[in-house]
Each structure stands twice: as C-alpha cells, then as structure tokens.
C-alpha cells in the first residue's frame, strides 16, 4: 500500500478525522496500521508474524490470538 507510508503526513496536515471511526476488529487494527505508516510486511516483520496473518486479519478472515493481538497492540497501540 503505497498511501501507508505518506499517511502520518497527510494526518498531520489534514488532521486526525479524514476516516470514520473504524467498528470491528479488522477495521480498527487496518486503521491503525495506516496511521502508524506501516505497510502489512513491515507490521508483520515487527510482530513477529508471516506478512499473510496480517492480510488476513485485515480482512477478517483469521481472527488473531489473544497473543498476536497483544503483539500488534504493543506496535500500534491500543486496538480495542
């Protein structure tokens, strides 16, 4: 996702509110990820899982462990 990388800046420029809140899980964990900057590979290479978790958690159809979960928060921050 090329955009990944340049959304802090826009954010920063823009503000914080350019998307709607994001209601389930996938949504809130895509969301975060893009705030952060991070493409799917680079998030999965800092948690410690193969790039397709991610994808796939992105679009519901894997639902991560309690564990993973506690990974990806600790990169992204609060997810709930």
């Known amino acids: 996702e090329p955009l990944a990388r340049w959304w802090p800046r826009i954010e920063g420029i823009l503000g914080p509110d350019l998307l709607p809140l994001p209601e389930g899980f996938q949504e809130r964990l895509r ?4 705030r952060s900057g991070l493409t799917q590979e680079q998030l999965a290479q800092r ?5 397709r978790t991610v994808r796939n958690a992105e679009s519901g159809s894997y ?13 992204l921050g609060r997810l709930a």
């Open 31 to 34: 969301a975060a990820r893009r």
């Open 63 to 75: 639902s991560p462990t309690l564990t993973t979960r506690l990974r990806l928060e600790a990169v």
């Open 47 to 51: 948690v410690g899982v193969h790039p």
